[in-house]
């Protein structure tokens, strides 16, 4: 098992301690935030949906819960990153629940083969184009009206919001921070061919919740 050639920031290094980590970052809000994303996802036990940079697999995994392989259901994460789709395997993996080692911006599924499409905290791990191309794939795999969930950081809303933010960019040197501080997300996922998107809610003041679908 290999980690993919990307631009984006992988995470094998952090695979290990990520599930102890990520609450920690969230400062408590990672079950809220989880639960919006299953609401917003509408899903039916029959759905095929995707989870792009899935990390562990946690979000996943929840979907996977409300799926009826039977049915056709199935929830399928994946990351570029072989030591996250190792654990994510290792802890996750069901009848309903399956997690493959790929690339958002090279989605290797056929046009229109997901009900929904589900991301979190991914975005800001990858640069403007690979946040275009992701988007488009997206639009490929989704089926018309399908809908697409995003959580990830935003223009901070608080000063919490923002010191957490720009101390991120800063420390991490990570400039792709940078651009989501800066608010491209909507408007890349609206260039991509998806309904203007709705900011469902915001968290901490830097995590923004995001809705649009396939027309
Ligand atoms: C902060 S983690 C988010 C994990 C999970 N979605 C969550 O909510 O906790 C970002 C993930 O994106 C993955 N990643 C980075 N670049 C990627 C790419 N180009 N394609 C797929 N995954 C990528 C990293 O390996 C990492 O696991």
New binding site residues.
Partial sequence: MK??Q???????I??PV?DFT?PLVLFGKQKQI?QLLLDLLEIKPGHRIL?????????AELISKKLDADAGGMAVG????SK?IAAARKKRQSKSCNFEI????NLLFEDKSFDSIV????F???DLD?KTK?LEESFRVLKPGGRLVI?DMHTPTNLLGAMTSYFARWIFIQPEIGENIRGVLPGLIEKSGFVKPELVKTFLGYVAVFSSRKP
């Fill in positions: 980690t993919i990307t631009w984006g920031r992988t995470l094998d952090a695979a990520y990520e989880n989870d792009i940079g899935c990390g562990t697999g946690l979000v994946i990351d570029a990153a996250m790929m690339a958002g911006e991301s979190s905290f991914f800001h791990h990858i690979l992701t959580a």
